[in-house]
C-alpha cells in the first residue's frame, strides 16, 4: 500500500519491557519524524531523521532510541518502557525543502502497565 | 526555539455557523510555514491548510479559511457553514526548513459541531 503505515495500531506493554514501534514510508521522503501525542500537549516531537543513518534529538528524547539503515523505514525503540510512556506515538514523513508538509501515519496507541 | 499556542481547549459551533480556531505562535525567523491540522476520532492526521509566511494573501480552501497576521504572530482559522464532519480536534503547526523541516505543534483545540 502507498503512503506511510505504522505497526501495531494498538500495545500494550509491562513496565520494563523494551518495545519497538514500526514505521514505514513509500515515497522515498528524506525526513520522517516521530511524535507522541498527550492532552494538553499536542504533538512533541521525539525524534527526527534528515536522511538514512542521520538522525536527531527532538524535544523529548529520553527513553528512546532510533535507527534509520534505510530510507523508508523508522523504528522507534521503547528501551525499558515507564508508564509515563503511555501515549499515541505518530510517525510522520515528508519530502523536504520549502514547499511541503507532513504525511503521517494512523498512529499507535500504547499502553504501559 | 520555536512555540505554538492555542488558547482555546475547547470549542462548539451549532450546524451551518462559523466559528474561529485561534493560534499564536512565537518565532525570530522571518521565512516558515504555518498549518492547520484536523483529527478526526479515527486519530488520522489530515492537513486542512497552509499558509506560507512570505505571501501576505490569506490562504483558503473550500470553507476553510486563515487570518494570518504575520506582526502579530497570529494564525487563525474560519470554518464556514460549519457541517458535522468538522467536528474533530484541531492542531495548528509551525515549520522553518532551518530546523531540521521539524513541525512544532499547539496543544490543539477540540471543535464540537452541534445538530
Known amino acids: 500500500d502507498a503512503g506511510i503505515t505504522q505497526s501495531p495500531r494498538y500495545k500494550i506493554t509491562e513496565t520494563g519491557r523494551q518495545v519497538t514501534l514500526m514505521c514505514h514510508q513509500t515515497w522515498s521522503h528524506s525526513y520522517m519524524f516521530w511524535y507522541r501525542q498527550d492532552l494538553g500537549h499536542g504533538l512533541r516531537l521525539i525524534y527526527y531523521?534528515?536522511?538514512?543513518?542521520?538522525?536527531d534529538k527532538g524535544e523529548v528524547p529520553d527513553g528512546y532510541v532510533v535507527s534509520r539503515s534505510k530510507t523508508e523505514n523508522f523504528p522507534l525503540t521503547l528501551e525499558s518502557a515507564t508508564r509515563s510512556q503511555t501515549s499515541v506515538y505518530f510517525c510522520a514523513s515528508s519530502e523536504g525543502g520549502r514547499s511541503t508538509e507532513a504525511f503521517f501515519g494512523q498512529g499507535t496507541r500504547l499502553t504501559v502497565v | 526555539a520555536q512555540t505554538v499556542t492555542q488558547s482555546q481547549p475547547e470549542m462548539s459551533v451549532q450546524e451551518a455557523e462559523t466559528v474561529t480556531l485561534s493560534c499564536t505562535y512565537d518565532?525570530?525567523?522571518?521565512?516558515?510555514?504555518l498549518f492547520w491540522y484536523k483529527q478526526p476520532p479515527s486519530r488520522q492526521m489530515i492537513l486542512v491548510i497552509r499558509q506560507e509566511a512570505y505571501k501576505q494573501q490569506n490562504a483558503t480552501e473550500n470553507r476553510f479559511s486563515v487570518n494570518f497576521q504575520k506582526a502579530a504572530k497570529s494564525f487563525s482559522l474560519k470554518i464556514s457553514d460549519s457541517q458535522l464532519g468538522d467536528t474533530a480536534m484541531y492542531f495548528c503547526?509551525?515549520?522553518?526548513?532551518?530546523?531540521?523541516?521539524?513541525?512544532?505543534f499547539g496543544p490543539g483545540t477540540r471543535l464540537s459541531v452541534l445538530p
Open positions: 518565532t525570530s525567523e522571518n521565512n516558515y510555514y
Open positions: 503547526a509551525f515549520m522553518n526548513w532551518n530546523y531540521g523541516q521539524n513541525f512544532v
Open positions: 531523521s534528515a536522511a538514512a543513518d542521520i538522525t
